[in-house]
């Protein structure tokens, strides 16, 4: 089985600073994705970024960056230069890559303060 | 990415009646699957809609509960029988695409039952 864990329940950051959200997992597969995906609001899940496990160079996305380290299995969220719509539900998922099914962590709700 | 449509995007019902909702894609995919996200919870998949054929229910749902169809590769539906209150929750579609491994999500149905 595999899991994938949020330790921070709620966070919250001032506009135009930079936020880092955690996630560990723990998986047996030796292939495998993470993503990052948002919530806000409206309820749409919108995927912010993803990083294929085999690739040792960490995704970025605009102000969006991870800092993926395998062996740890850590996964985490670095927000740039945050702005007031990136105040959303934040969370990390993890796939296999046979199977595509997703394992979601339990979020961590990021509020951006103007 | 795919552009996802579903129906009815809320609805309020009363237990013992059944809803459908829908899902629709505006091009083909690989692979269609459904979610659940109860009140302040992470998603949990329910089923992996086969074009063709049955679904495939993970552990803890069942077909008799939530019957799926998937008569093509760019529209699926869910039916939530003999629903409860225990059934209020977002259900949300999701799609993948051929050649990829990333799974974009529709806009959600907010269910209710009373």
């Known amino acids: 089985a595999q899991t994938v864990t949020q330790s921070q329940p709620e966070m919250s950051v001032q506009e135009a600073e930079t936020v880092t959200l955690s996630c560990t997992y723990d998986t047996s597969e030796s292939n495998y994705y993470l993503f990052w995906y948002k919530q806000p609001p409206s309820r749409q899940m919108i995927l912010v970024i993803r990083q294929e496990a085999y690739k040792q160079q960490n995704a970025t996305e605009n102000r969006f960056s991870v800092n993926f380290q395998k062996a740890a299995k850590s996964f985490s969220l670095k927000i740039s230069d945050s702005q007031l719509g990136d105040t959303a539900m934040y969370f990390c998922a993890l796939t296999r890559g046979s199977n595509y099914k997703l394992t979601f962590g339990k979020g961590t709700l990021l509020t951006v303060n103007p | 990415s795919a552009v996802i449509s579903q129906k009815p995007s809320r609805d309020i019902c009363q237990r013992g009646t059944s809803l459908t909702i829908q899902c629709q894609v505006d091009?083909?995919?690989?692979?269609m699957f459904w979610y659940r996200q109860q009140p302040g919870q992470s998603l949990t998949l329910i089923a992996t809609?086969?074009?063709?054929?049955?679904?495939?229910?993970e552990s803890g749902f069942v077909i008799d509960k939530f019957p799926i169809s998937r008569p093509n590769l760019t529209f699926s539906t869910l039916t939530v029988s003999n629903m409860s209150p225990e059934d209020s929750s977002i259900y949300l579609c999701s799609v993948i695409q051929g050649g990829t491994d990333t799974q974009y999500f529709g806009p959600g149905t907010r269910l209710t039952v009373l």
């Open positions: 091009s083909q995919v690989t692979m």
């Open positions: 809609a086969n074009q063709g054929s049955e679904a495939t229910y």
